[in-house]
């Protein structure tokens, strides 16, 4: 059974997303449904899985009308991500900058995927540059 104090929805709150009580339990009951549920993920099989005595559209309500904005929770998660970076660094007394390149486009467009990673190489052979005075093995394209 996830909880309040399961690490899952410790993350999740971590993230300071603004939900009110009624939110957090939906939030709770519908990440239990996804670790119950086997198989391909939609709302109606979660909700299946929950044992909620809710209807479901209280769970599709929760994600329609919830304060959910992708660009702040992103923001959330990278700062979460470099704090606990930086607090595992700083035990070790490491206490250089953070610098690092992860390149997740699983929310991009799929548009024309290329040129995507080719911005992305360039933005980090860029930074690379400027961090550590390093020139790039080929001139990049721009």
Not at 51 to 79: A, D, G, V
Not at 84 to 111: G, H, M, N, S
Request: aromatic fraction near 10%.
């Amino acid at each position: 059974m996830v909880t309040l104090h399961s690490t899952i929805i410790k993350f999740i709150l971590a993230l300071n997303v603004a939900f009110s009580k009624p939110q957090i339990q939906h939030l709770t009951a519908f990440v239990h449904g996804m670790i119950l549920c086997d198989g391909r993920l939609n709302i109606s099989q979660i909700h299946r899985h929950t044992n909620e005595y809710r209807h479901l559209s209280c769970m599709t309500r929760f994600f329609n009308e919830s304060p959910w904005n992708s660009q702040h929770l992103k923001k959330q998660h990278i700062q979460f991500l470099l704090n606990k970076v930086k607090q595992a660094r700083f035990k070790q007394e490491d206490y250089r900058p953070i610098t690092f390149l992860v390149i997740d486009d699983t929310q991009c467009k799929r548009i024309n995927p290329h040129q995507k990673w080719k911005g992305l190489i360039i933005i980090f052979l860029i930074r690379m540059e400027k961090v550590f005075g390093l020139t790039a093995p080929f001139p990049p394209m721009l």
